[in-house]
Antibody
Framework: QVQLQESGPGLVKPSQTLSLTCSVS??????????WTWIRQPPGKGLEWIGY???????YYNPSLKNRITISLDTPKNQFSLRLNSVAAADTAVYYC??????????????WGQGTLVSVSS | DIQMTQSPSSLSVSVGDRVTITCRAS??????LNWYQQKPGKAPKPLIY???SLSSGVPSRFSGSGSGTDFTLTISSLQPEDFATYYC????????FGQGTKVEVK
């Protein structure tokens, strides 16, 4: 059973960079079964897919955020990370890391972290 | 980008009711359509994948159907634990979520 846990600052100042890390247990970041994914949810609103990274380092980003985001792997630590530049109040959200299972014909986000609230405020 | 449109945005129902939520894709996506359930303060939980396959541990009162651009999530007899928000999501090309349908107590 894959488990994911987000970590990072809960408060970021406007124009600065939001950085989050997702620690994966019960599965390997090197697995070709998953897209390692970031999703966010502003308070009281719906889910927004941010992007994902594959085991080989290939990334796919939401076009609306593409110029500001970087998702990367840390294979020795079995972690992956999100960096979002030039944040504003609209980036305040619960950020989830997740495992999007792309094996066995599923293509479904089977595993989710508990989520971490990041607020953008001075 | 593929846009996903859910309807209705909210639904007031009673325990035992049959509930139907629809999701429309802006272009054909085959059966690359998933459904999730989210309760307040919790991460979403997968319900249905590939349009009609039940995720592990999901009760059989949940079912999904559709292909191409039009999809449906049905709860045959709503139980108290089913009051939640439901999201569709396409996995045909990167990923996009619908805006959600909140199922509330009538």
């Amino acid at each position: 059973q894959v488990q994911l846990q987000e970590s990072g600052p809960g408060l970021v100042k406007p124009s600065q960079t939001l950085s989050l890390t997702c620690s994966v247990s019960g599965g390997s970041i090197n697995s070709n079964d998953y897209y390692w994914t970031w999703i966010r949810q502003p308070p009281g609103k719906g889910l927004e897919w941010i992007g994902y990274i594959y085991y080989n380092g290939r990334t796919y980003y939401n076009p609306s955020l593409k110029n500001r985001i970087t998702i990367s792997l840390d294979t020795p630590k079995n972690q992956f990370s999100l960096r979002l530049n030039s944040v504003a109040a609209a980036d305040t959200a619960v950020y989830y890391c997740a495992g999007d299972l792309v094996a066995a014909g599923k293509y479904c986000i089977d595993y989710w972290g508990q989520g971490t609230l990041v607020s953008v405020s001075s | 980008d593929i846009q996903m449109t859910q309807s209705p945005s909210s639904l007031s129902v009673s325990v035992g009711d049959r509930v139907t939520i629809t999701c429309r894709a802006s272009q054909a996506i085959g059966t690359y359509l998933n459904w999730y359930q989210q309760k307040p303060g919790k991460a979403p939980k997968p319900l249905i994948y590939a349009a009609s396959s039940l995720s592990s541990g999901v009760p059989s009162r949940f079912s999904g159907s559709g292909s191409g651009t039009d999809f449906t999530l049905t709860i045959s007899s709503l139980q108290p634990e089913d009051f939640a928000t439901y999201y569709c999501q396409q996995s045909y090309s990167t990923r996009t979520f619908g805006q959600g349908t909140k199922v509330e107590v009538k």
